[in-house]
């Protein structure tokens, strides 16, 4: 069975960083993908970040690069998404996605999904 467990969510101040963990089972990690997304209240699901265990692709949303760093330990078989200069704005329920893409990093709607953790933002 697959599955997907995000952490690392919280409170934090503006300015300050979270990282967010993705542990992966059940899947053959060295050839997924694995996207970050969120979903703000009132608000459209966005992609953040993906990286590709197969190629190494990894893209960040305009939104966020500079500031978040996508990485992967495939010894734990556990992405992670380290925030820097959380805006207020970050704030958002924040969900991890596996996938087997041929090429790239790009998530399906038919891939798997975690439960989601929360991130929030106070300015």
């Known amino acids: 069975e697959v599955q997907l467990v995000e952490s690392g969510g919280g409170l934090v101040q503006a300015g300050g960083s979270l990282r967010l963990s993705c542990a992966a089972s059940?899947?053959?990690?060295?050839?997924?993908?694995i996207g970050w997304f969120r979903r703000a209240p009132g608000k459209k699901r966005e992609g953040v970040s993906c990286i590709s265990m197969r190629d190494g692709t990894i893209h960040y949303a305009d939104s966020v690069r500079g500031r978040f760093t996508i990485s992967s330990d495939n010894a734990l078989n556990t992405v992670y998404l380290q925030m820097n200069s959380l805006k207020p704005e970050d704030t958002a329920v924040y969900y991890c996605?596996?996938?087997?893409?041929?090429?790239?990093?790009?998530?399906?709607?038919?891939?798997?999904w975690g439960q989601g953790t929360q991130v929030t933002v106070s300015s």
């Open positions: 059940g899947f053959t990690f060295d050839d997924i993908a």
């Open positions: 996605a596996a996938d087997y893409p041929p090429r790239g990093c790009l998530i399906s709607d038919s891939g798997s």
